[in-house]
């Protein structure tokens, strides 16, 4: 059985910079896509940030692109992503999750870890 265990989040001003990770367990990590997916109070969950099995494509949403970074480290079986300038807007609880097979804005991931909150203030 997949587990997916996120941290780093926290709270921030507008404008700084925070990095999540993501730790995987249960099975072979490069097996796995992860996509990070976040939610906002009120509000539907929308796909963040994908990563492919090796690590070599990514994918943003336009709300995030040239801001947020998203990695790999397939030998520590964790993913990594990194926040710059953040925006209110930004805040929203943030979930890392698993599939086999590629992730999209439209997939629903089998796997999901227990989220961290990211809280921007203004």
């Known amino acids: 059985q997949v587990q997916l265990v996120e941290s780093g989040g926290g709270v921030v001003q507008t404008g700084g910079s925070l990095r999540l990770s993501c730790a995987f367990s249960?099975?072979?990590?490069?097996?796995?896509?992860i996509a990070w997916f976040r939610q906002a109070p009120g509000k539907e969950r929308e796909f963040v940030s994908g990563?492919?099995?090796?690590?070599?494509?990514?994918f943003y949403a336009d709300s995030v692109k040239g801001r947020f970074t998203t990695s790999r480290d397939n030998a520590k079986d964790t993913v990594y992503l990194e926040m710059n300038s953040l925006k209110f807007e930004d805040t929203a609880i943030y979930y890392c999750t698993a599939n086999m097979n590629f992730i999209n804005k439209r997939t629903v991931p089998r796997y999901w870890g227990q989220g961290t909150q990211v809280t921007v203030s203004s």
């Open positions: 990563i492919d099995w090796s690590g070599g494509s990514t």
């Open positions: 249960g099975r072979t990590f490069s097996s796995y896509f």
